[in-house]
């Protein structure tokens, strides 16, 4: 266990070296000088230079990616080109904001699309298979961006202008001041991820609830005499779960990582709205942040996920 | 009176392609406390047969009637049938492993048919499945309560299954294949105890098979089907002995068990029909050796002869090709020291495994095996699941190398071949696997598959590649025009020959078959065994036969290798290794397997009714 585990971090390791060096020369060879970004087109050639010097820009790749590394290491990610603060903080400031977005959105569309999944696969070709099979469609079909927006129109701008408020544009209230707040802020943008990520549930526990009822041992546990209840929920169900914790725990990983689209339309400031903010202001110290901040959310879910296997599967054990 | 009683049973499946005719007017009355047999091969109905009747097949249309415990089981509302199922009706199936959960431990699984059934504390239901452990033979039952399926061997996982479907002493047992999925010892001791469990209880058996031989041992009545119709039915002695129907009687004759090895098999020719029409006539008339003219054009009438033996069928005195034919004993004497086409000197192969979170550990597959194959000759690996034998001849055939010992194919060490060599090697030793579902490539036309070895060694290729396929395909009883259909389009035995012919093509100095009959229904496999024996006799091919199956091995081949736990415990000629087995375990394996009752001079029964088809 011990060396199963001291084996799967080093890896992990390895991977986030790869990755930040990949990040770092990116940039390095992409177009755009730093230097220009903060001076403005005003500046001389000269104050360019020292500007650059100060950054460290003006020396050997190898030797600003060596230097950027030998402080990685201590947790410092250097300092923004925008406004001089500290990489790290900024970016951890963001966690919050996006971590109650995934999480919260998660639960409910498991909520919606895991049951939606189980009704379509025990009633296949019905009706009720059809309405399910067209939420699918729906869902993968609507951008998030209209779905956002429209539900801004609906929840939101219609309500207020009848002269109250249902749910708040947008902003994000800290869970630990006040959690009503925090939820009725986040609920917009909860469904709206919810939304289109239920319907990606739904067809993968469609697809392997219908898998899973065609198995040998699930006909055992009909000819057991157990209700129709039992044999859906505790042994197909039991079964279906471990794709459903792989493709969850991946989910997860990547969104943590920003859900760009979703906090650019409710306004919240999480970490996708910084990756955006950044990359459109050029600020080279904060998109590796977040690119190597995504990796390590990676390369933990990775982790949790081959442990979630050995717990589920007692094959594997 | 009967435990249960099927009238006119009728059971047909909406399918994409039309409806499956599965069961087809099918009557039987079950004695209680009898053992009931039903035979037939795959496609014939008999396990779509009970799971209509368990309300497992939930999109069946059911017609007819079944009496059990004075309800009609057809038509029963849901509710009513799930109380019936694991209360008074146990089942029991095919491969216990794939019918166990893998997720839950066996006590929770067999704990969960009492919650099921009955108001009952976890701890009382605890000590009950212990007990019921305990009675089918698991050892230390209380601590093996708690470990998973995968824990078990396929026969202690049998004896899970059997537990399970006796805990709530069901009146009647609905075993489907129990002993297909296993080896031939474990067999032995599974079908005793169901017999023990059987008198023990008083519980009513249905047994499903296919394997005749099992059936005629503990059979009481037997009904055999065939393409969903109920051909024959009586008691299993009378039925064994001197078949009524001609198919039963097929069967028999297709069975290596009855002959003289190395003589040719019977088998029925033909395939089985499509479930999807309806014939006019016979369903078997097309397959039958004895068809009369209006066989394919009448549906036959059933006959009841003397010893109360019915069959449905037009031949009034009942099938009369019954005995297999003479052998004509062709004294197969070959050279007494042929050419060595493989030798195997000292083979060893130890493989590193490592649990999830233990240590690595080494594990011997095999312990030093030594063989040789002379030309001309078949020999046979016999032995069980995981003895060895598979991977034996893997690395004879240069898949894997072996961890020391040399093997030698034409006097060429296979271990020291370099690559362009090893090339060359691989035209003199080819494999025919078992599966001839799994083994094919869905997606490529057989004229592809059979050509590829002309392909991948360069040796012919266009029109000449295409003359040489279509020669092979003729060579093992395919139709050359079939060359552009893909594998999905055969039926078993066909796919089997076309790994024959793909085999064939090089010319190859041994052909490795891996229980190349196991997955095929018996008239197929007699089909397919005298394709192999009569390639033999015209190429001159050398086979390394590996089988769990003694009468098929006994039938093919010269010397007979016995595997046990990766090493050869005995190693002799094939009739000498029958009739005087040295090792205690040849000898557990040839008492193991049940042979069928020699057939009888054709019996004086006398035709009692005839009931004409409505």
Known sequence: ?317 | MAILEAKGLTVDIPTEDGTVHAVRNVSFSIKPGSLFGIAGESGSGKSVLTQAVMGLLPNADIGGEVWFEGRNLIGLPQEEMRRLRGGRIGMIFQDPLSSLHPFYTIGAQIAEVLHAHEKISPAEARARVVDMLGKVGIPSPAERFDDYPHQFSGGMRQRVMIAMALILKPALVIADEPTTALDVTVQAQIVALLDTMRREFGTTVILITHDLGLLSSVADDVMVMYAGNRLEYGGAADVFRAPAHPYTAGLLRSTPANYRPGTELAPIGGRPPSLLATPAGCVFAPRCAEALPRCSSEPPPLRRYSDGVEALCWLEEGASMVRPVAPAAVAATKSAAPEPVAEVEDVRLTYQVGSFFGPKRSLDVLKGIDLTVGRGETVGLVGESGCGKSTLARIVAGLVPATSGRVRVLGRDMGTLDARQWREMRQQVQLVFQDPFGSLNPRRRVGAIIGDPFRLHGIASGEERRQKVRHLMELVGLNPEHYNRFPAEFSGGQRQRIGIARALALNPALIICDEPVSALDVSIQAQVLNLLRELQRDLGLTYLFISHDLSVVRHVCDRIAVMQDGRIVEMEATERLFSDPQHDYTRTLLSASKTLPAFAERERRSLVETRVAS
């Open chain 1, 1 to 317: 266990m011990i060396r199963f585990l001291a084996h799967r971090i080093g890896f992990g390791a390895g991977v986030l070296l790869v990755l930040s060096a990949f990040v770092f020369f990116l940039f390095f060879v992409a177009p755009g000088d730093p230097a220009r970004m903060i001076a403005g087109d005003k500046a001389t050639e000269s104050q360019l230079a020292q500007i650059r010097k100060n950054l460290g820009v003006d020396r050997p790749i190898i030797v600003q990616y060596g230097a950027f590394m030998q402080k990685a290491l201590t947790g410092d990610l250097g300092f923004s080109y925008r406004n001089q603060q500290p990489v790290a903080p900024i970016i951890l400031r963001r966690i919050p904001v996006t971590l109650s977005l995934v999480l919260g959105g998660a639960l409910l569309w498991l909520a919606i699309g895991v049951p939606i999944g189980i009704m379509s696969a025990r009633y296949v070709g019905s009706l009720r298979d059809r309405l399910g099979q067209a939420f699918i469609l729906v869902g993968l079909s609507f951008p998030t961006f209209v779905l956002g927006m429209m539900s801004l129109y609906l929840l939101y701008f219609l309500p207020k202008q009848s002269g109250f408020t249902l749910f708040p544009a947008g902003g994000y209230k800290a869970l630990s001041s006040n959690p009503v707040l925090w939820a009725w802020h986040l609920a917009l943008p909860w469904m709206t991820l919810a939304l289109t990520m239920a319907a990606i549930y739904a067809r993968l526990t469609r697809g392997q609830m219908l898998d899973v009822m065609g198995e040998d041992y699930i006909r055992t546990a009909r000819a057991k005499g157990l209700s129709e209840r039992r044999v859906v929920w505790k042994h197909g169900m039991r079964a279906a779960l471990t794709p459903l914790v792989t493709q969850l725990g991946a989910d997860i990983a990547l969104m943590l990582g920003g859900v760009i689209v979703i906090e650019q339309v409710y306004g919240l400031q999480g970490v996708g709205a910084l990756a955006v903010q950044a990359v459109a202001n050029q600020d080279r110290p904060i998109i590796i942040g977040v690119v190597l901040l995504g990796g390590v959310f990676i390369v933990i879910a990775n982790i949790v996920v081959d442990l979630l296997y050995v717990l589920l599967d007692p094959r594997v054990r």
